[in-house]
């Protein structure tokens, strides 16, 4: 196994928790026909059946029980054993079970794990198509010699139990949000012990079936002279993808920031203890070792700072890392708009060349027009003053009145010479001058062709 895991220094410890045990186990009876071997199955088809299915529930309860899925024939011995009486069938039990794929090797497993990526239906697959034909043939060459050939002290897994495990973990990273994080196997193990109620010795089999079916990736760096597992899980649906170098750089930063705070904590718990003892030097009149207690005090607190500033400089360096990834999503947004927006002018057809000549174009169409409306605007100078006109209108209206006999009293205002000469006078109230004056003349005339056709 190339990420052998280092739990086979711990033994699987015979379980005092006897809730597993079904209610018969009390009936003395009943347990020595279970405890017995098997007779033939062909002598009762239904005792035989209904025993093997005992020994498999039961095997299973004793695994969730114990948080393991690895088993063999003497811890089950030692397990299930009743008044000094040990189970005599496990042998065929254990037979049947590997026959049907409902137990693996722990070597075959490792085995599998060197060959290739498996998912887990099919490494079930694998099992249930390969082991019949090895494991029937050593029961059809048991049935014969009257023996079947299985190491008590080798280790088995049960298959139903590793992927139940599996599960479990897989259900609890995802609850965690701890996918695409590196956790160090030990403390998995500590996490799954508390949460889950599975053992290390049990969870070696259920990561092996999470590795092989692309849910996590193991690797095993050196840090420190120690070595140690890394796990990175994937998120769900998703495939697991390598542990990079800088998710590796990552971790061994986060474990400085962590020792750093371990130590920064230790010296103010050392600081705390030194003024403790200064005060009571103080109080007994010690005054040289207070002195010295007081001196080692400024020495840790100089040692504190230093660690301080390490540790800030530290997760300054991390926020920049994390930030790194959030500044990568901006520029790839970036990206992606120029993309976008390329596309939509392209689908369009619209160019800088051809935006440069529409421009050009409009400019000298505008010109043009502002030229033509200049020239339309154009009006020729005269010499004639506005004023010069006004007061010339009005002497001919007050010509026009005294040819006409029209006495000046309907004109309301008086003559347009006075009123021109005056310098306040504007434009506008001559307009207003003539117009009345002019009125009047209509008034007058119209009166003096009534009179005239009177006399006639």
Same mark, same amino acid.
Request: aromatic fraction near 8%; glycine fraction near 2%.
């Given at each position: 196994m190339e990420h052998k895991l280092e739990a086979?220094?711990?033994?699987?410890?015979?379980?005092? &928790?006897?809730?597993?045990?079904?209610?018969?186990?009390? &009936?003395d009876r009943r347990m020595g026909v279970l405890l017995a071997e098997f007779r033939?199955?062909?002598?009762?088809?239904?005792?035989? &059946?209904?025993?093997?299915?005992?020994?498999?529930?039961?095997?299973?309860?004793?695994c969730n029980a114990s948080g393991s899925s690895v088993i063999s024939i003497s811890?089950?011995?030692?397990?299930?054993?009743?008044?000094?009486?040990?189970p005599y069938c496990l042998n065929v039990v254990f037979v049947d079970m590997l026959t049907k794929g409902e137990l693996c090797r722990e070597g075959q497993l490792q085995i599998l794990q060197r060959s290739g990526t498996y998912g887990l239906n099919l490494w079930t697959a694998m099992q249930m198509i390969k082991a019949p034909f090895y494991w029937g043939y050593e029961t059809v060459l048991g049935s014969v010699t009257g023996s079947v050939n299985i190491n008590e002290n080798e280790d088995f897994i049960v298959t139903a139990i590793a992927q139940q495990h599996a599960k479990t973990i897989q259900n609890l990273i995802e609850t965690r949000q701890l996918y695409n994080k590196l956790l160090q196997?030990? &403390?998995?193990?500590?996490?799954?012990?508390e949460t889950a109620s599975i053992k290390r010795h049990g969870m070696e089999p259920a990561?092996?079936?999470?590795?092989?079916?692309?849910?996590?990736?193991?690797?095993?760096?050196?840090?420190?002279?120690?070595?140690?597992?890394?796990?990175?899980?994937?998120?769900?649906?998703?495939?697991?993808?390598?542990i990079t170098s800088i998710e590796k750089s990552?971790?061994?930063?986060?474990?400085?920031?962590?020792?750093?705070?371990?130590?920064?904590?230790?010296?103010?718990?050392?600081?705390n203890q030194t003024m403790d003892t200064v005060r009571e030097c103080i109080k007994d009149g010690r005054k040289q070792m207070a002195k010295t207690y007081l001196k080692k005090k400024h020495f840790l607190d100089k040692n504190m700072q230093g660690k301080i500033n390490a540790l800030e400089t530290l997760q300054s360096i991390l926020l920049k890392i994390h930030n790194s990834q959030s500044d990568k999503n901006i520029?790839?947004?970036?990206?992606?708009?120029?993309?976008?927006?390329?596309?939509?002018?392209?689908?369009?057809?619209?160019?800088?060349?051809?935006?440069?000549?529409?421009?050009?174009?409009?400019?000298?169409?505008?010109?043009?027009?502002?030229?033509?409306?200049?020239?339309?605007?154009t009006v020729s100078e005269t010499d004639v003053d506005e004023l010069q006109l006004e007061q010339e209108l009005g002497d001919l209206i007050d010509m026009k009145l005294d040819e006409c006999n029209i006495d000046k009293k309907y004109s309301p205002m008086p003559p347009a010479t006075s009123s021109i000469t005056n310098s306040t006078t504007n434009v506008a109230d001559f307009d207003k001058e003539i117009e009345k004056r002019l009125a009047a003349l209509r008034v007058d005339a119209t009166n003096g062709y009534k009179i005239a056709d009177q006399a006639l």
């Open positions: 086979k220094g711990e033994m699987v410890k015979t379980s005092t &928790d006897i809730s597993y045990l079904p209610e018969c186990w009390d &009936d033939p199955r062909q002598l009762n088809v239904t005792s035989y &059946d209904t025993k093997m299915k005992f020994w498999k529930d039961l095997i299973h309860s004793f811890m089950l011995k030692n397990q299930f054993r009743r008044k000094g009486t040990v196997y030990e &403390d998995l193990v500590v996490l799954l012990n990561i092996t079936l999470l590795e092989k079916s692309n849910r996590l990736t193991l690797e095993k760096i050196t840090h420190a002279e120690t070595s140690i597992v890394l796990i990175k899980f994937a998120e769900k649906n998703a495939v697991a993808q390598p990552i971790y061994e930063l986060e474990q400085s920031e962590n020792r750093l705070m371990k130590d920064i904590s230790m010296i103010e718990h050392n600081i520029i790839d947004a970036y990206k992606l708009g120029t993309v976008a927006l390329k596309n939509a002018y392209a689908t369009v057809g619209i160019t800088i060349d051809q935006l440069d000549e529409t421009i050009e174009e409009m400019n000298h169409v505008l010109e043009q027009h502002n030229a033509m409306l200049s020239m339309i605007g």
